[in-house]
């Protein structure tokens, strides 16, 4: 059986009892990190955050987006699968009739309340379309109204991009 | 009678059974695109194919018929490759685009593929394309690439319809189903080509693209809009109700209903009026508890100065139970009250379905009346000489100019109503209804047929039913009439109402039961499950 050396402190030392030398020592360790803040920006812990921010990883699932077609309108066809995957049930979609002969469905409105979403990614997994992904990298941002937080289809479009996946089926 | 043995098992029936039926009272099921109970056998989908001992080649289930000593197989290996076959066929120029089509969830060919193909497309040429959403009638639209001319649509045009709109035009792949020139779709019972249709080639323009049938729960009810009394599913999402579908009934209407009860959820959504009111004499509306405002009502039918001067306008919409308190109330309390009998004016009527009497109930109500010595006047000639207080139950009234006019010229008017209707605004008491599709009870139909209503939707919590109202106003005037449940009304109809005499409310069942029907068991379900696993 090893034994354990257990060394306990009898109380403050006299140096420490006299009190003026451990302040000093205390403003040695805080001038010692001024002077490397002001002349040495590189090896600051200290992010600068609303004007840096820190890249989040890739696969890191923000605030929805809406991807476009090449013609710039919406992808979705509201076929409702990501509300129906959704756990939270916090997309609301009201579909309408395009007139087109190839697709004829979309989302007269398509909104999600970021209050209520639980960020799970399962719309993006159920969508058939590549129409909603969660790769914008933000997070959803502070309001002074729930109402603000409740995302319309225009600002989802907004973050959007087009996607390249074929729409459509094969052998259209 | 010949016997024969399906998968092993052995079936004597009946002879010119086909092998489907067969197989259905052995529980076995044989999958199928055109074959509908309802319609003639045509046989040409192929996906019922089942191999026997009879013929070299597989047999169409749905149109064989069954020989003596035949055996059946309905799942070897044979036969599951056929399917397969006959599935990639089918698929060949299919658009496969489920995500916009709203037959997804309920599709026949989707649930086929899932369970006996599930492969891949090996077509490498481009798909035929053929019309997408055209127009086809007033309730339909068809999306011929989805289409897999079954003809079950067609078969119904011409057998149940009567109409013989819908026809198969051109040949092999460019076969199309459409319309004859220069024609409509446009019969009254066009959208049942809508339930039948296996696939989500002619689908509802009523409900195209408004909610994914998956998102619904459903109820079975009655449908309120003739004495027919369709048994239908009531479909709810969030709460309100999204459409009306038949379900089978062989009692009632087999397996079809009208365009119009179809459309007619539609007339009741909207202007609900739900809280209790009393209007003052200047016109001022005051929203009042129920409590408060069935003893204003109480106060104004003893404000009549006797109760031969209070007019009672029952409906016959009232489902059996609310007649039933009704009744007691008017042979109770108010034993001396007019009683006068509104409803809808009658109208067309035809001899598939649709009766001309627009009233679900009145067969239910006069009997009732009948038994508990109720006589009421029809609402025409109401005039209203010696009227103090006049009470009305419902809001489904078609009253003439005169009548409303003698109705608004009485000076205290307690109406319960559910909608914004001429009768909510001449009342100056209002009490707040439930519409059809929240109660439970059960209406009568005009061949005598008792069928339960169930609640679909969740009603306001201020809105009651016309028997609840009558209740109240009883208790108020001293009666003890006590009742909790729609089942003890029911009970307390079927000891007092001759017509009723044995029928039990959980034997109604889902069929419902005929006047005299009381001590025979409920039909058996055989024929229901089969239609609802292949609507």
């Known amino acids: ?172 | 009678m010949p016997t024969l043995k399906i998968d092993g098992q052995e079936i004597t029936v009946e002879r010119g059974t086909t092998i489907l039926q067969a197989a259905e009272q052995l529980g076995v099921q044989i999958p199928t695109f055109c074959y509908h109970p309802g319609l003639s056998i045509a046989a040409n989908c192929r996906m019922c194919l089942v191999d026997t001992n009879k013929a070299p080649k597989p047999l169409p289930a749905c149109h064989a018929q069954v020989m003596d000593g035949m055996e059946v197989w309905t799942d070897s290996e044979k036969v599951k490759r056929t399917r397969k076959a006959v599935l990639e066929f089918i698929l060949l120029n299919h658009p496969v685009d489920c995500p916009i089509c709203d037959q997804a969830g309920e599709c026949v060919l989707q649930d086929h593929y899932f369970k006996y193909s599930a492969q891949p497309s090996r077509l490498f040429h481009r798909k035929r394309h053929k019309a997408k959403a055209k127009v086809l009638g007033p309730n339909v639209i068809l999306d011929a690439e989805r289409c897999i001319l079954c003809t079950r649509c067609v078969r119904f045009c011409d057998e149940i319809a009567k109409s013989s709109q819908l026809t198969i035009v051109n040949r092999g792949e460019k076969s199309e189903i459409t319309t004859f020139p220069g024609k409509l779709l446009d019969n009254p019972y066009a959208a049942n080509t809508v339930d039948i249709c296996p696939v989500g080639a002619l689908t509802s323009r009523d409900f195209r693209f408004r909610t994914r049938v998956w998102m619904l729960s459903s109820e079975r009810s009655v449908c309120p809009e003739c004495a027919r009394g369709c048994t239908i599913r009531v479909d709810t999402f969030e709460n309100v109700p999204r459409r009306y579908k038949p379900v089978h009934n062989p009692k009632v209407n087999d397996w079809w209903m009208c365009d119009a009860g179809r459309a007619s959820f539609r007339d009741y959504l909207g202007d609900r009026m739900e809280g209790p009111t009393i209007v003052a004499a200047d016109g001022r509306r005051t929203a009042v508890s129920t409590a408060k405002a069935v003893e204003d009502a109480a106060r104004a039918i003893q404000a009549a100065g006797g109760h031969h001067k209070v007019a009672v306008i029952a409906s016959p919409w009232l489902t059996n139970e609310d007649a039933y308190l009704l009744a007691r109330l008017l042979t109770g309390a108010l034993a001396d009250a007019r009683v006068y009998m509104g409803g809808r004016a009658a109208g067309a009527g035809d001899d598939v379905l649709i009766q001309a009497d627009k009233n679900p109930n009145r067969r239910g109500v006069d009997a009732i009346f009948a038994a508990l010595g109720v006589t009421a006047q029809p609402l025409a000639s109401f005039a209203g000489a010696g009227v103090e207080t006049v009470v009305v139950f419902g809001d489904n009234h078609d009253a003439a100019e005169s009548v409303l006019d003698a109705i608004k010229a009485v000076p205290r008017r307690v109406v319960a109503g559910t909608r914004m209707s001429p009768w909510w605004q001449l009342a100056t008491t209002f009490l707040p209804l439930r519409l059809h599709w929240e109660k439970d009870g059960s209406y009568t139909n005009f061949e005598g047929v008792v069928q339960r209503l169930r609640r679909a939707v969740r009603a306001a919590s201020t809105c009651k039913s016309e028997g609840w109202y009558a209740m109240k106003l009883a208790q108020s005037f001293g009666d003890a009439l006590a009742f909790d449940t729609p089942q003890d009304i029911f009970a307390a109809v079927a000891s007092a109402v001759p017509e009723f005499a044995g029928l039990g409310w959980s034997a109604l069942g889902d069929h419902g039961l005929r006047f005299g029907e009381g001590a025979a068991p409920a039909a058996g379900p055989s024929a229901d499950a089969q239609m609802e696993a292949s609507p």
């Open chain 1, 1 to 172: 059986m090893a034994t354990i050396q257990v060394k306990r402190r009898d109380g403050l030392s006299l140096a420490e009892k006299l009190y003026i030398p451990e302040v000093m020592r205390g403003m040695v360790v805080t001038t010692r990190q001024l002077v490397k803040n002001v002349f040495g920006h590189q090896d600051i812990a200290t992010r600068q955050y609303p004007e840096v921010k820190k890249a989040y990883p890739e696969r890191f699932r923000g605030r929805h987006r809406l991807t476009w077609r090449d013609d710039g309108s919406v992808r979705c066809v509201a076929c409702m699968l990501c509300s129906t995957a959704c756990p939270a049930n916090c997309i609301h979609i009201v579909a309408g009739d395009r007139g087109d002969e190839k697709i004829e469905k979309y989302p007269v409105s398509f909104e999600i309340d970021l209050l209520v979403c639980v960020y799970c990614g399962m719309c993006v997994e159920a969508c058939p379309c590549d129409a909603i992904r969660m790769d914008t990298g933000t997070h959803p941002m502070p309001s002074f109204s729930r109402d603000k937080q409740r995302i319309r289809k225009v600002q989802l479009l907004e973050e959007g991009l087009p996607s390249t996946a074929r729409q459509g089926g094969l052998g259209t």
